[in-house]
């Protein structure tokens, strides 16, 4: 069922929700999902509704500018999308491929709506699986010495094919913080480990040199700050005494592939709404 998605962020007042259903009544606005959230320490809003787009009188532009002046009186922060339009996704990995082939499979399969573009990688390894999918692969070496001309490469193809939406699906390299700002709360990573502990290299290592119980995975929306960004989905996996690194590793990666296709479908249905540096999600 196709479905318009209202979203919106403003400062939390009386009346915000009546004035929206009102408003969509008055077009016989059908909604068939409605979430509110009122954060008391930042004083904050945020609601999501789904409204059957075959009850109302107009498209969605019309929807945008029936709307236009409630979002005026209320200073929102909103913006309308169309469950039928998909969102066109750029997949970036390396040369693990355990994220990569799950997301593969979910798109093949139909559990994930979206539009695969390309999958940029800075080794080469992985072009024969991407391309059984029929999904163009784009090799783009990463001089250590000299990483601008990649990185340039890189947003060049993200910008001719008007992608929505960047994942890092065990991308190996930083991005640059002019790639960060320009594609803000829209390039979306998996790290393997439960920030904010063990950032960095070799996580479930460290983990082990810690004898913890628990290891997990976060997916978060990518920032200047490494490893920082507001967090879309975490999970973890109980783990014992008898576990070694490598055990840990294993487990790790299935926490990390539930993880980021979780956070990625939060994305690609317009849930997850970001205020500073949190997420309100929509689950």
Known sequence: MRTYRLVIACPDRV????????????????IT???????????????????????LPFD???????????AREFAMDWHVSD????????????????CLADLLHRWHSGELACDITSVISNHDDLR????????????VPVDSSD????????????????????????????????????????????HHSFLPSFVGARPYHQAAQRGVKLIGATCHYVTD????????????????????????????????KMVLSRGLRYHLEDRVLVHDNKTVVFG
């Open 147 to 190: 990483k601008n001309p990649a990185f340039d490469c890189v947003a060049n193809l993200v910008e001719n094919q008007q992608a929505d939406c960047i994942v890092l699906a065990r991308y190996m390299q930083i991005l640059p913080p002019q790639l960060c700002q320009r594609y803000a709360n829209r390039v979306i990573n998996i």
């Open 15 to 30: 009346g915000i929700v009546a004035k929206v259903s009102n408003v969509l009544a008055a077009y016989n606005g059908w």
């Open 33 to 55: 999902e409605a979430n509110h959230h009122s954060d008391n320490l930042s004083g904050w809003f945020f609601m999501r509704h789904e409204i059957r787009a075959d009850s």
């Open 60 to 70: 969605l532009d019309g929807l945008r500018t029936a709307f236009a002046p409630i």
């Open 225 to 256: 700050e490494l490893d920082a960004g507001p967090i879309i989905e975490q999970d973890v996996v109980r783990i014992t005494h008898r576990h070694n690194a490598e055990d840990m590793v294993r487990l790790g990666k299935d926490v990390e």
């Open 83 to 98: 469950s039928g339009v998909r969102k066109k996704v750029v997949l970036m990995a390396s040369r693990e491929s355990h």
């Open 128 to 139: 024969s699986m991407v391309e059984w999918h029929g999904i163009p692969f784009h090799h």
